[in-house]
């Protein structure tokens, strides 16, 4: 599956941006799909994911109450509303696919799909 993602850019403390990842090639449906974040000088850290049937949605502690996941199946996207974002938000976004279960851990892994990262930057 190919993953291209959308949405980042620059933003005050306090703000909301939204983030959309477009998914082609596979069926998406088949995919749990989910959100990374990398910042400066940090390692990649796991965001929000939503199950394959969009009933289930996780979090980070760091985005819990300020962010929201949903997939759309008809246009094969997946978004990620940000608000009340904080200058420690600042990190390149990336989307992730995955055909088993380590997104619903809050885990990493290199065998997930990536996309290409968006830049969100926030000022304060």
């Known amino acids: 599956v190919q993953l291209q993602a959308s949405g980042g850019g620059l933003v005050q403390a306090g703000g909301s941006l939204r983030l959309s990842c477009a998914a082609s090639?596979?069926?998406?449906?088949?995919?749990?799909m989910g959100w990374f974040r990398q910042a400066p000088g940090k390692e990649r850290e796991f965001v929000a994911a939503?199950?394959?049937?969009?009933?289930?949605?996780y979090y980070a502690d760091s985005v819990k109450g300020r962010s929201t996941i949903s997939r759309d199946k008809a246009k094969n996207t997946v978004s990620l509303q940000m608000n009340s974002l904080k200058p420690e938000d600042t990190a390149v976004y990336y989307c992730v696919a995955e055909e088993g279960y380590g997104l619903r851990s809050r885990r990493y892994s290199e065998s997930y799909y990536w996309g290409q990262g968006t830049l969100v930057t926030v000022s304060s």
């Open positions: 939503i199950s394959r049937s969009g009933l289930t949605t």
């Open positions: 090639g596979r069926t998406f449906s088949n995919y749990d």
